[in-house]
Structures are given as structure tokens and as C-alpha cells.
């Protein structure tokens, strides 16, 4: 089975500074990672992802994760945040060669403050 | 190109009614998987359905159960409802093989 751990609740930052919201994984098998935003009363949006190849993922608004196998992480990071990033970010696995379900963490509520 | 488009947005049910929840997936896709978020909490796998069938399901009792029909679209249906059901549930949908959900906005229930 897997397990996803976000060791942060809740973080708050003021606005254009940097932000790293961390995950931290358990699986048996080789997985797949995503981190994905919810803002307040939407669904979840899919931030972005690791399947394979470069360890460095990128998304449209500048937030990166990278893949640590060794760490077994997937940590969050962008280098200047703006007040409209505000919301709860998660992070998720899949197996690799399942059935695509998601195991999701708890939740990290990202809160910018001007 | 309509996302994923769920129904009811809110309902409030009494405990031990029967509730249905509705989903139509984004244009191309044919996975449905439910999932549900307690308050405070991070969405939990209910079930995916492919091809009309029940394809995995997550740990949750008989109580909830589903459907796909042949337009792919989706119910999830919780009978005997408890105080503990009352959660925000989201249904996305996916194309097989395709990592990554695209997900509704959810229908927030509320037992009473």
C-alpha cells in the first residue's frame, strides 16, 4: 500500500517570497507522483506531474517539484508568490502499471499574505 | 470543452436516507472515479468504473455503490446515510493509461 505524508498543515508567507510545501511518500512499488490545487469551494486541479524521465517537473505558473527516489519525496517549490496562489495543495501517488487511483495526502493550506 | 460536470452542487440529507450523485465526465473521457473529502481531509479512492463495470474499489462499505452508463457518465449512490458521510464528493474522469484526473467541482453533502 501507499502512503503520502505532507508534513505541513498550514503555511504562511508573505507575498513574493519563496514558498516550499514538502511530501513525502511510502510504496512498495515504482509510483507516480502529482501535486494538484484546490482553491476555496472548487475542485482539485492538476498542478503537475512526475511519470519518468528528467526529476524536475514545471508548471504554467511557475511552481516546480522535484523527484527525490532516495528521499522518497516530492517537494513543492516556487521561488516568488503572488496573493491569488492562496489555497490547499496536495500531493498524490499512483502505482505505476495500476489502475491509476490516486492516494492522496492530508493537505497543505498555502496562505499569501500582502 | 465542458470539464467534468457534477450535480447536485449541495444537498442535505437525514441520516439513514438514500442519496444519488451525478456526474458526466469531460468530452473523450471514459473513467469515472469518485473519490471523497471529509473536512480537513485529503479526497479518499470511493471507486472507478470503465466500460460500465466497476474496475477498483477503495475501503468503503457496500453502502456505497455505483454506475456507469454507456455515455460514460456516473452515479454514486450512498443508502443508510450516517452523520459520517457528510463530506464534499468529487467524481473525476481520465482516459485509460492517461496519468492525471480531471475533476469536478463536487457535490457537498450534508447528513443531519
Known amino acids: 500500500a501507499q502512503s503520502v505524508t505532507q508534513l505541513d498543515s498550514q503555511v504562511p508567507v508573505f507575498e513574493e517570497a519563496p514558498v516550499e510545501l514538502r511530501c513525502n511518500y511510502s510504496?512498495?512499488?515504482?509510483?507516480?507522483l502529482f501535486w494538484y490545487v484546490q482553491y476555496p469551494n472548487q475542485g482539485l486541479q492538476l498542478l503537475l506531474k512526475?511519470?519518468?524521465?528528467?526529476?524536475l517537473v514545471e508548471s504554467i505558473n511557475g511552481f516546480e517539484a522535484e523527484f527525490n527516489k532516495s528521499q522518497t519525496s516530492f517537494h513543492l517549490r516556487k521561488p516568488s508568490v503572488h496573493i491569488s496562489d492562496t489555497a490547499e495543495y496536495f500531493c498524490?501517488?499512483?502505482?505505476?502499471?495500476?489502475?491509476?487511483?490516486?492516494?492522496f495526502g492530508k493537505g497543505t493550506k498555502l496562505t499569501v499574505n500582502p | 470543452d465542458a470539464g467534468v460536470t457534477q450535480s447536485p452542487t449541495h444537498l442535505i440529507k437525514t441520516r439513514g436516507q438514500q442519496v444519488t450523485l451525478r456526474c458526466s465526465p469531460k468530452?473523450?473521457?471514459?473513467?469515472v472515479s469518485w473519490y471523497q473529502q471529509a473536512l480537513g481531509q485529503g479526497p479518499q479512492f470511493i471507486f472507478q468504473?470503465?466500460?460500465?463495470?466497476?474496475?477498483q474499489r477503495g475501503n468503503f462499505p457496500d453502502r456505497f455503490s455505483g454506475h456507469q452508463f454507456p455515455n460514460y457518465s456516473s452515479e454514486l449512490n450512498v443508502n443508510a446515510l450516517l452523520l459520517g458521510d457528510s463530506a464534499l464528493y468529487l467524481c473525476?474522469?481520465?482516459?485509460?493509461?492517461?496519468?492525471?484526473?480531471?475533476f469536478g467541482s463536487g457535490t457537498r453533502l450534508t447528513v443531519v
Open positions: 473525476a474522469s481520465s482516459l485509460p493509461g492517461v496519468h492525471g484526473y480531471t
Open positions: 510504496s512498495s512499488v515504482s509510483v507516480y
Open positions: 512526475y511519470l519518468s524521465g528528467s526529476t
Open positions: 498524490a501517488v499512483s502505482t505505476q502499471g495500476g489502475s491509476e487511483k490516486l492516494v
Open positions: 468530452s473523450g473521457h471514459d473513467t
Open positions: 468504473y470503465y466500460e460500465e463495470e466497476e474496475r
